[in-house]
């Protein structure tokens, strides 16, 4: 095993592990917070696979943008921060386990199959450029539109977490 094998299946095992963590965990800050562990973990696989620009974007946009967001959200709404107690798994958690395992049945008899191509004949020369001048000049009205959205998600989050006066018996009847 070479030491770039090792380094990517340390990513993956950090990324798993803490996918798991995330969906499992009972305190949603922790839950966050493992996010951005596996975020991390999905960046350096990236980076590792030589795809600079997935790494990067990975990284600005997902840990940067998102996460924070959601850290933020999490803690903005401190009433909500752990779960109530009881069972872990709701009603679809058997449908759940039988898709996914359907699903991994489908990736390993497809996957082995997959001719992957080989060497830098698939990767022009500059990604990075290519897709800079794709943004700029081919796709800037859905460029524009998802960072609308954005801002219109923080803004409704902001509005449904800001704590609202609390109202005196009788106030605001007539």
């Known amino acids: 095993m070479t030491g770039q094998q090792f380094f990517f299946l340390l990513f993956a095992l950090i990324t798993l592990l803490s996918g798991l963590r995330c969906v499992t965990s009972r305190n949603m800050f922790h839950a966050a917070l493992y996010l951005v562990i596996s975020l991390f973990g999905v960046s350096a696989m ?16 997902y840990v940067g943008a998102i996460a924070i967001l959601i850290i933020f959200a999490v803690m ?3 009433g909500a921060l752990t779960m109530p107690r009881g069972a872990q798994f709701n009603t679809q958690a058997g449908l759940a386990a ?17 001719a992957y191509p080989i060497g830098d004949a698939a990767v022009p ?10 943004l700029v000049n081919e796709f800037v009205l859905p460029f524009e539109v998802a960072s609308v959205l954005l801002l219109a998600a923080l803004v409704g989050a902001i509005y449904i977490a800001r704590e609202r006066p609390k109202r005196q018996p009788g106030e605001g009847e007539e």
């Open 98 to 114: 039988v898709v996914s395992a359907a699903l991994l049945f489908i990736l390993l008899r497809v996957l082995p199959g997959f």
């Open 125 to 134: 020369a500059d990604i990075t450029t290519t897709v800079g001048q794709s």
């Open 46 to 61: 990236f980076a590792m696979l030589e795809a600079g620009f997935l790494a990067l974007a990975q990284l600005i946009v």
């Open 76 to 78: 903005l709404t401190r």
